[in-house]
């Protein structure tokens, strides 16, 4: 069984400020974990993922994500904040077991509203 | 959006009828997707397809039905079966691999149900 937890509905930061946007996994076998974003009346767009390798994933426009296995987090950070920035952000895993070939499908939490302040 | 189209952007339907949303891409992946997007709900997955001529049930697959005909499209029909069909659906397709590949998705269709 594979869940995303976003612990936080609503996350509101000053422009020019760091921003943290939280995300926990369970899963039984390799997580792989995603991040993707939302602006109103679109479809979501993908930032960044962890597959393997270096704990610290870089994105797009700035954003990154740290792997954490012993705390089974994926939080999404970016150094300064920006007015634009502000949408809905989706983490998402998948489940990867040894043997495991085909659909990538993927598990999504609720998603967190990002609200930078100018 | 990346390749994909959703059409129309906007539908509305009475009770009782059946409805089709679109999805094509042009991105020559082999996998695709539908979901609904509910408010606090995040997405949950309807149906999905690898290849075509297959496809498997989501998450949430009662009321909904699709085919999958050409590698290229992938439409969502919206039963009458379907208790609640008021939502933002979205499609998305990816490579098929063994999970490396993140999912491509296109703007959407919000479907109103009166």
């Known amino acids: 069984a594979q869940s995303v937890a976003q612990p936080e509905d609503q996350v509101n930061v000053a422009e020019g400020n760091p921003l943290t946007v939280k995300c926990t996994y369970s899963?039984?076998?390799?997580?792989?974990l995603f991040w993707y974003v939302q602006y109103p009346n679109r479809g979501l767009q993908f930032l960044l993922k962890y597959i393997t390798g270096d704990n610290l994933v870089k994105g797009s426009y700035g954003f990154e994500a740290e792997f954490n296995e012993s705390q089974t987090s994926f939080h999404l950070k970016k150094p300064s904040a920006l007015v634009s920035d502000s949408a809905l952000y989706f983490c998402?895993?998948?489940?990867?077991?040894?043997?495991?070939?085909?659909?990538?499908?993927?598990?999504f939490g609720t998603g967190t509203r990002l609200t930078v302040i100018p | 959006d990346g390749g994909i189209t959703q059409s129309p952007k906007y539908l509305f339907r009475k009770e009782g009828q059946n409805v089709t949303l679109s999805c094509e891409q042009n991105l020559n992946h082999d996998a695709m997707y539908w979901y609904r997007q509910d408010p606090g709900q995040g997405l949950r997955l309807i149906y999905y397809s690898q290849i075509v001529n297959d496809f498997q049930k989501g998450d949430i697959a009662e009321g909904y039905s699709v085919s999958r005909e050409k590698k290229e499209s992938f439409p969502l029909t919206v039963t009458s079966a379907q208790k609640n069909p008021t939502a933002f659906y979205l499609c998305?397709?990816?490579?098929?691999?063994?999970?490396?590949?993140?999912?491509?998705f296109g703007p959407g269709t919000r479907l109103t149900v009166t």
């Open positions: 998402a895993v998948r489940d990867m077991m040894p043997d495991q070939t085909g659909a990538n499908n993927l598990f």
């Open positions: 998305a397709s990816s490579i098929r691999d063994r999970g490396f590949g993140e999912q491509y």
């Open positions: 899963v039984s076998g390799n997580p792989y």
